[in-house]
C-alpha cells in the first residue's frame, strides 16, 4: 500500500491547499462527470478531479509563465512518457519502517 493515493478521501485536502494558495476554485457538474475548476489572477485550469487539478496547478507554479503563449506548460527536456519504467524499484516505504 503506497503512503498517499488519490481518493475521495483525499479531495477536501487537495481543495484546502489550493484555496491557501489563493485560488478559487468551484465545480462544474456534468453527465458525463464532475469538471474541477481553479483560478488565480486570470490562470484557469480544469481537471478531471482535486487531485488533477493540484497537479496541473503544481505544473503551472514549477514552470512560472510570465505570459500566457502557447504550450506555455511544454517541457521537453527528456523524453520521458515512453521510458517511465514498468517495474517498481527496490525501495522500503516509510510505512514498513520503524519509527
Avoid at 465545480?27 to 478531471?48: H, P, Q, R, S, T
Avoid at 505570459?67 to 517498481?88: F, N, R, S
Amino acid at each position: 500500500m503506497p503512503v498517499l493515493s488519490e481518493y475521495s478521501n483525499v479531495h477536501n485536502t487537495a481543495f484546502n491547499i489550493l484555496v491557501k494558495k489563493g485560488y478559487r476554485i468551484w465545480i462544474e457538474k456534468d453527465v458525463m462527470g464532475d469538471l474541477y475548476w481553479a483560478e488565480k489572477d486570470g490562470w484557469d485550469f480544469l481537471a478531471d478531479s482535486p487531485c488533477a487539478l493540484l497537479g496541473l496547478i503544481a505544473i503551472y507554479e514549477f514552470k512560472n509563465p510570465e505570459k500566457y503563449h502557447e504550450y506555455w506548460w511544454k517541457d521537453d527536456t527528456l523524453e520521458l512518457a515512453e521510458k517511465v519504467i514498468q517495474v517498481a524499484p527496490n525501495y522500503v516505504s516509510v510505512i514498513e519502517k520503524e519509527l
